[in-house]
């Protein structure tokens, strides 16, 4: 007959012959107990093959190693691969990140944070929808528990942001487009889901001044996350319509820019910088889909490892320390223009 199953550890520590205290101190820290000891348990272990319920130690404990990092949607493929980022870091470093979404949703994202709640998390690491999270909510969370936000900022709220610096990117976008053809237009949604995407229009305006230049600004109708056929719907009613007046459209993020690609080619329209082109479309934020849309898009890279990497490392600082960061702290890193066929 095999080895009794063991259901927790106090059932592994009264088969090993080993106290419960001792059992659970090994269990914190290995190191912390004798070697002796140590070379026991590990041998018990073995013989028994018991894993520890880490979920239900964590509990336990009065701070516990969970860290939640919420973002708006992991369907969004810019998300996935900034929350692996930061679930990675979170792992490098000692802990067990929980990843949620909120799937677009802004009552989830509140949901997801009062589930939080009941898990005791260490701190929590949350990229908010911004206008559309439940301020009162995110509050509540901020002062109850370490909290950094990434990716997108809500004033005064939480110990530390980090992103990506609009601005910079934006500007960095348009002194290329200006200088290699047409002025760009500015494609963007009447009703914005992320403070980016206001940082975005705030920065087109103030960079197309300082280059001598009038703004236009084109604005879609819709709500919501299906960027791609909104970009694609409204995208292609203003392009058949001829209402771009430069042949070049600078669009606020690249899955709107994927969608107005999608109905360029539908109009037959050609995209690129060739002097047999029609249009140059280009986008914001490195989408991974972005290198492999016909033709490639222009666009900007946010770095997404030093956004990750920055505010794991705000939050561990918090908790090594047992304390609040003293003064709100804010740093955005720079974009990298990525240029490709489509401008």
């Known amino acids: 007959m095999g080895q009794p199953k063991i259901r927790n550890m106090e059932e592994f520590a009264a088969i090993s012959g080993i106290s419960r205290p001792t059992v659970s101190k090994y269990f914190n820290d290995p190191e912390s107990v004798r070697a002796t000891t140590r070379a026991k348990i590990e041998a018990a272990l073995k013989k028994y093959d018991y894993q520890p319920n880490v979920f239900a130690m964590n509990q336990n404990r009065r701070t516990t190693k969970n860290i939640g990092v919420v973002v708006p949607n992991l369907a969004d493929p810019f998300f996935s691969e900034i929350g692996r980022r ?28 009062n589930s939080l709640r009941s898990l005791k998390p260490a701190g929590i690491l949350l990229a908010p929808f911004g206008r559309m999270s439940d301020e009162a909510a995110v509050r509540d969370i901020d002062r109850d528990f370490p909290l950094v936000l990434f990716d997108a900022n809500m004033s005064g709220i939480g110990q530390a942001f980090a992103g990506t610096d609009n601005a910079q990117s934006v500007d960095l976008m348009v002194e290329y487009l200006c200088r290699s053809g047409e002025p760009p237009c500015f494609f963007e949604m009447k009703t914005p889901t992320n403070p980016n995407a206001n940082k975005r229009h705030q920065a087109y305006v103030e960079s197309m001044e300082r280059h001598g230049q009038v703004p236009r600004i084109f604005q879609a109708d819709g709500e919501g996350w299906n960027f791609e056929e909104i970009g694609s719907t409204e995208g292609g009613r203003l392009l058949s319509s001829r209402a771009f007046s430069t042949n070049t459209v600078l669009c606020s993020n690249d899955r709107l820019a994927i969608g107005m690609l999608s109905a360029a080619y539908g109009l037959g329209l050609c995209v690129g910088h060739g002097a047999d082109c029609d249009l140059r479309i280009a986008g914001h934020d490195d989408h991974p889909f972005s290198r492999f849309t016909c033709p490639p898009l222009t666009t900007i890279a946010q770095d997404y490892e030093a956004i990750a990497n920055h505010a794991v490392s705000e939050l561990f600082g918090m908790l090594e320390n047992d304390e609040r960061l003293s003064d709100r702290t804010e740093t955005t890193f720079e974009g990298r223009l990525v240029m490709r066929d489509s401008a």
């Open 86 to 113: 930061v679930e990675l870091a979170c792992i490098k470093a000692g802990y067990s990140p929980i990843l949620l979404s909120s799937h677009g949703s802004a009552d989830m994202e509140r949901d997801n944070l």
